[in-house]
């Protein structure tokens, strides 16, 4: 993964039919995928019929900042090869455990002369609930309030690491509910946890391996959707005392 997304030259050497993607918040990096490459791997989809596209529209509800980038699914106009896939997890609530799939025409026999071999486990009055949710302006409001809510969180946040730019690099926080930081003022991963551990804070490091260098230059992933408004002034404070030298 690029800084732009997906390495469009790697999928092509893979000589692979089928791609994965998270072009609208790619976890854990935050990288959003710029219309060049979506447009690229159109392309790439095109040159043979086996060919698809899983786009997986992550996060893409909660974009604060720059123009919407469309989805891949909207900029093929007919959909042929995009497998278009997304959940009302984080958009409405997580225990609703409702998802969705836009499938092209082309395989939508198939699918439906396989479907018996995973049953729907959503029960029916969910689905009609988020159907006349959807239908009657409910969500569409519900979600321009929710993206105001997090965009003044978020901005608070950036807000108040503005000042030590020079002793931290962010990435990522134009869209979803966490970004990334690296600590680039000498303190290594291990003194960043043990100042965070001083002051009661958690902080979820970058690198999943169990075997951490713990000398390495820190980087972590944060998450502020969760936070309540009254509880975001202590985090950040405690934030800046774990990764800022002053």
């Known amino acids: 993964v690029e800084d732009n997304g997906i390495n469009v030259d790697e999928v092509i050497k893979s000589q692979k039919n089928i791609v994965y993607i998270t072009p609208s918040h790619q976890f854990p990096t935050g990288y959003v995928m710029d219309l ?5 791997l159109i392309q790439w989809a095109q040159e043979k019929e086996e060919r698809f596209i899983i786009e997986d529209d992550y996060d893409s509800e909660f974009r604060y900042f720059g123009k919407p980038i469309p989805a891949i699914q909207g900029l093929y106009s007919r959909g042929e090869k995009v497998i278009y896939i997304s959940t009302f997890s984080k958009s409405i609530f997580p225990s609703c ?5 836009v499938l092209p025409y082309s395989i939508m026999k198939k699918y439906h002369s396989q479907n018996h071999i995973e049953g729907n486990t959503v029960p029916v009055h969910m689905q009609n609930l988020i159907a006349t949710f959807i239908s009657s302006g409910g969500f569409e409001r519900h979600l321009n309030k929710m993206r105001r809510i997090y965009r003044r969180k978020l901005t608070y946040i950036l807000k108040r690491l503005k000042p030590y730019k020079e002793q931290l ?9 966490h970004f990334t930081i690296t600590v680039k003022n000498g303190l290594t991963l291990q003194e960043c946890l043990d100042r965070a551990n001083k002051v009661k804070l958690k902080l979820q490091v970058y690198n999943f ?7 390495k230059t820190p980087k972590f992933i944060l998450g502020f959707g969760g936070i ?19």
């Not at 060049?36 to 690229?40: E, G, I, L, P």
């Not at 690099?169 to 509910?177: F, L, P, Y």
């Not at 391996?209 to 000398?215: A, F, L, P, S, V």
């Not at 985090?235 to 774990?242: G, P, R, T, Y």
Request: hydrophobic share 35%; charged share 40%.
């Open 169 to 177: 690099d962010i990435q990522g926080a134009e869209t979803g509910m």
């Open 209 to 215: 391996d169990d075997d951490q260098d713990y000398k």
């Open 36 to 40: 060049k490459k979506r447009t690229q």
């Open 228 to 246: 309540d408004d009254d509880a975001l002034k202590p985090h950040v404070d405690a934030l800046i005392k774990s990764l800022i030298i002053k």
């Open 97 to 101: 455990r409702v998802a969705y799939m």
